[in-house]
């Protein structure tokens, strides 16, 4: 009995040497480029809270002739201070890119310039958010859509420049800093899970017949926003969150 025991001590014992030599390291997944490749919303409590992520890096890149105005950088940064825990700050880091002279992008084309061009991924206390600005339009299918900007990842969003060109400036027209402002900061919100898109609704506010907006025709979470439709609803002034948006980030996490 003895020995027995002796000989079971002795393979416990390397079994479990082998077991820490052999087996490797298990990767975390909440970094690096796997996690760049989830559903929109999927990262809303990573970008909301301070649990994970204590700092947040927002990394602009844009074609060539289609630089975001300054205006709409210090929004970025304001709106995501005001909703987020992020003790580390929030950076942004900016590149141009060349041109592509396409007239439309597909959802396809917009993943492709994704992997060329963003360098930026969740690193260490930092969470990452990509943020592509194109000279063209967006086509799915065959269908023309006029959308201004789209959240299409968990962590990664996109502005249509050519949509902007054509709907701002001039009599009557927003100008084109609160055109792209309103649309960018409509597309943060869906990446910090709204409405009912990763951040659980407090009180349902989801819109009936659009799924993960807001069924407040002045929030900015308002299907209307991202479209050409925003001119309709707000020609100068960059529309807020409701209360009800509010409070589904602060339920999740956020401030
Ligand atoms: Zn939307
Ligand atoms: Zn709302």
């Known amino acids: 009995m003895k020995i027995l025991f002796r000989k079971l001590a002795f393979y416990g014992l390397l079994i479990g040497v082998f077991f820490s030599c052999s087996v490797p390291e ?5 970094v690096g480029m796997a996690a760049a490749r989830w559903d929109v919303g999927k990262s809303a409590t990573f970008l909301l809270s301070d649990d994970r992520f204590s700092n947040l890096e927002l ?4 074609m060539k ?7 709409l950088m210090e929004s970025m940064v304001e709106f995501l201070q005001e ?8 950076e942004i880091i900016e590149r141009e890119i060349p041109a592509e002279g396409e007239e439309f992008y597909s959802t396809e084309d ?3 310039l994704e992997d060329r061009y963003r ?5 260490g206390n930092t969470v990452s958010v990509f943020f592509l600005v194109v000279d063209g339009s967006y086509m799915q299918n065959e269908e023309e859509f006029f959308t201004i900007g789209a959240a299409y990842r968990n962590t990664s969003m996109v502005l249509f420049g050519k949509r902007i060109a054509e709907n701002s400036g001039g009599l009557g027209r927003p100008s084109r800093g609160t055109l792209e402002t309103t ?3 409509h597309e943060l919100g869906h990446l910090l899970g709204l ?3 990763g951040s659980e609704m407090v009180t349902p506010h989801e819109d009936q017949g659009k799924e993960y907006h807001c069924d407040n025709d002045s929030c900015l979470m308002y299907w209307t926003v991202e479209t050409d439709n925003v001119l309709r609803f707000t020609p100068q002034t960059i529309p807020t969150l409701d209360e009800n948006c509010r409070n589904d980030l602060r339920g999740n996490g956020g401030r």
């Open 65 to 71: 002739g289609y630089k975001p105005t300054d205006y």
């Open 110 to 112: 917009i993943g492709n």
């Open 59 to 62: 990394e602009v890149v844009y």
């Open 26 to 30: 298990r990767e975390d997944p909440f």
């Open 195 to 197: 409405v009912n898109v």
């Open 183 to 185: 649309v960018a900061l």
């Open 83 to 90: 909703t987020t825990l992020k003790p580390g700050g929030i």
């Open 119 to 123: 360098e930026s991924y969740n690193d």
